[in-house]
């Protein structure tokens, strides 16, 4: 038996998402099956203040851990700490090319919240800077990793459903943005690209590609670009954010064989919701699904949140067949961020670049479709969180 190896991270950034993951990551592995890596927290620097990441460790770390982990009050500082061997870039998406690029730069491997990037052009010079440098490189698009949709992706490549010909995917949150959101938010706020598309719609276009084109072989990916379409865009009235973004795509070539196009509906929106029974916490069969995964020979019903769902149905076509419905819970009482570290943890001490659970090339491409989208749809973001130059000082803080 190979014994454990440790894996020190440090933490960049100091919010709720943040939070999030460092009390998962700290949660004992033997409660999820885990035996062959442990995390733990060396370092946590806060953008604002060294007292902010004291307060986070005392009130998120120390209780999990023994080890002495040490506040920064800059993101350099913690780039810079020789005890981190990984870093977790919690900040807004607008941040993460500056703060992805301190990291590289100072020969820091890198697990990036998602949207990676604002735009595709970042992204490429991210993975660009990293293989250069040899460094390991991971969007944190931590729903990919669930036992859930392992499970999910398994049924298609197995043939359960037989060929994919539609996917429809939303997460919509059904709130009103100026009741929930005042002008400096996250949601709303331009100079943090804020919108419903790289906050909400990545879950939906994730949904649509680890279905459709991840599940596809090395070489039908080659020749399954997608293209946009359509997509449409309605603008948040006091910003000009997104609050709605639709998009219509056509992959050339279906999963699992590529006997066939396929086309995916993926949407996203504030105002309405993707499931008002789940809100109104009615009874489970009052809920609909947030995506439908639809083969010649029945679909896969995935109902949300989205971006964290428990629960799947496979409901085939033929009538003597039985529907499984399957329910899954996180251990160990976690969120769920713990599987997305567990990956990178172990691509990291394998001497792995990338993940195969999201490769370059693919997450590159995802950021792509949200370049067309938004051209499409007329969005464009202020030109300090659009650019490719390192280091641009930027400002803006979420409310």
Partial sequence: MSSTKEVRWGIMATGWIAQTFVKDILLDPSTRGVSDVRHIVTGVASSSSVSSAEKFIDNFVTPSQSTKSTAYGSYEELAKDPDVDIVYIGSPHSHHYQNAMLCLSHNKPVLCEKALTVNAAQAKILYKTAKEKNLFFMEAVWTRYFPLSKAIRKHI????????????????????????FDLGHR?????????????????????????????????LQKRSRPKVVGAAITSEPRTGADESTLLLLEFPKSTPSGKTKTHAVATTAMRVSDDPARIREEKEEAQVPAVRIQGEKGEIQVYGPIYRPTRYRLVPKDKAAEVLDKHFEFEGGAHGMMYEADEAARCLIAGKLESEGLPWAE?????????????????????????TDYPVNLTAKAS
Wanted: net charge negative; no cysteine.
């Fill in 157 to 180: 490549q197995d043939n359960d459903i037989g060929e994919v010909i539609r996917v429809v995917s939303d997460l919509s949150i059904g709130v009103v943005p100026e009741e929930a």
């Fill in 187 to 219: 949601m709303v706020n331009l100079d943090l690209a804020g919108g419903a598309l790289l906050d909400l719609g990545i879950y939906s276009l994730t949904w649509v590609f680890q279905t459709i084109y991840h599940t596809l072989s090395a070489d």
């Fill in 363 to 387: 997450s590159t491409l995802i950021m792509e479709i949200m370049d067309e989208a938004r051209k499409q749809g007329g969005l464009v973001y202020p030109d300090a969180i659009e650019s």
